[in-house]
Every structure is written in C-alpha cells, then in structure tokens.
C-alpha cells in the first residue's frame, strides 16, 4: 500500500518499484511546509514499502520548497515552537536516519526549512536555476528543523552564519562549489539525474548503503580512534553478508564492472 496525502505525492518507480518518487505537491505556496505537509514526509518515510531501496525527493511547480509556511507562525508561544522544531527534527530524521538513501532534486527556491529538508538527504542536485537562502535571520527567528547542525556539515558554520546575518543567496553554481549539492545539471533535469543516481544507488547491496548513511555521519564526530573502531566493525558486518561474496566472487570471475574513467 502506498501513502496517501493531499500535499505530499508518492509513486514507486524502476522495473523492481525499487525507486519511491516523494514530491511536495504544494506549487501555488511554494511548497511551503505546513504541519501536515511535515507529518506527511515523517510518516512517508517512516513506512516506505519494503521494495524501496532508494528514494527521490523533489518539488511541484517553479520552486523545490519555500521552507516553513509563514502563516502557521503567527499565533504560536515558546512552547508550541519547541514541540514544532522537534516535530520537523522527527520527520528530517526520517530522511536522514531511515532505512534508505535519499537523493534530492532541486530547482528553484530552496530556502529555509526547505534547504533543512535538502539537507537531511544524502545526495543532492541542482539544476541551473537553483538558489539557497536562509531568511530566517532576516525575518526575526532561527532555523528549527536541523539547519543549524546539517547545514555546517556541508559548508561549514562561517558560511551558515553569512547567509543567515546578511540574507545571502547562493545561485546554483556557488551552491555546487561551496557543497550545497554534490551535483549542477542544466535547467529542468535535475528530476532525471536524481533518478538516474537513485536507480545506481538502488543496485548496491542494501547494507552497504545503510552503512554509509548510518555509520559515515556518526564516525565524522567520533574521536579518531574511536572512528577507526567502528569503522573495522562495519567494515566486519558488511563483509559477511552473502550478497557482498557473491559481488567479490563476480569480479574476480569477470562478471562484475570494472570501475572506468569518468
Ligand atoms: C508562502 C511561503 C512561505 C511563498 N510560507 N506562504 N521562507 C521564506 O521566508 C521564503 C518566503 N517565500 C519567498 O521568498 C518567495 O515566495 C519565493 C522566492 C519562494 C517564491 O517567489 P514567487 O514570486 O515564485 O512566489 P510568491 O508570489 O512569493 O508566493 C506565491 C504564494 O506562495 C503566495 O501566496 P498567495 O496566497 O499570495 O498566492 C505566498 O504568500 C506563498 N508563499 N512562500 C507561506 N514560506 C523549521 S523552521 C524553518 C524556518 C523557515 O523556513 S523560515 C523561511 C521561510
């Protein structure tokens, strides 16, 4: 059974339905994230169906996302901003931490909440009219939904802290050089290549690609020794799975790629 919500689109894509296809389906506000919509992308992820073995997020309309939707800020006090900030840490870890990894398409605004969201997936690509911004700063309030601790991992505090005091904007290429996205594609193909990625993505064995996004973060802030430890226990429990035998015994009978020059 595949989830259903008014804003929130799911389709299973590839010849395995291997590739789940989430789109915020939202265009005349942005995809700006309302409650719902959040609660949407938490429950989304949380109950992917078994076949997935990669998922693709990407946006409806002119724009990937808005970031928070304004309107539902008006009312609320500190309390109902604590409980709100970790209703999107909840679903941003669902992306992040799940049991699949997340590619991201991207074009257009990606600012706010929305660059949280991008950056709660494991690969990101933008196509040429992609631009980041964090106007928090310049709108009286502060990231919440994880912006603070993802978006230094990718480009390091000082630039965080330059968007955020002077209302910066990135354009696609100064997103791609600074590590906003792993990838820039011509205008209007970002869908395709995220897709493309994804399917490759979804041909590794799956516990490779739930060590990578579970075991590379939490290494990154472990003390080196600590890192090489946890590193060599991975490394151990991948190794012994059947499916990685039998992609080492391919190779070494000729059966598997050869890695070629890009
Ligand atoms: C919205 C939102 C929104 C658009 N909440 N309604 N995010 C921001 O501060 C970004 C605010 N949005 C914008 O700067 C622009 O809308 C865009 C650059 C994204 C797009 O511009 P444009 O010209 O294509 O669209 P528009 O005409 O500005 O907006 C179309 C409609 O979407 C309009 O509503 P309408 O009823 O008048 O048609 C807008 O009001 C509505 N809309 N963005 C609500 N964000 C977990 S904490 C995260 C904290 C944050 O994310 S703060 C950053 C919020």
Redesign the pocket.
Known sequence: MTPNFPDLSFELRGDQQQIALVTLNRP???N???DGL?MALRDTFQNLPASVRAAVVTGAG??F?????????KERDASAGLQ??RL?HAALDEVERGRVPVVAALH??V??????LASSCHVRVADAST?Y????GT?G???????SVRIPRLIGAARMTDMMLTGRVYNAEDGERVGLSQYLVPQGTALDKALELATRIASNAPLTNYALMHALPRIAEQPADHGFFTEALMSAIVQDAPEAKARVRDFLEGRGAKVKKG
């Open positions: 005349t506000k942005r700006a994230l309302n959040v002119e724009h996302c808005a970031g928070l939707d304004l309107s539902e800020l709100h900030s999107w257009g605004a600012v706010g909440g929305g660059l949280e631009f911004a964090l106007p928090e709108r309030i502060f990231v919440g939904g994880g912006g």
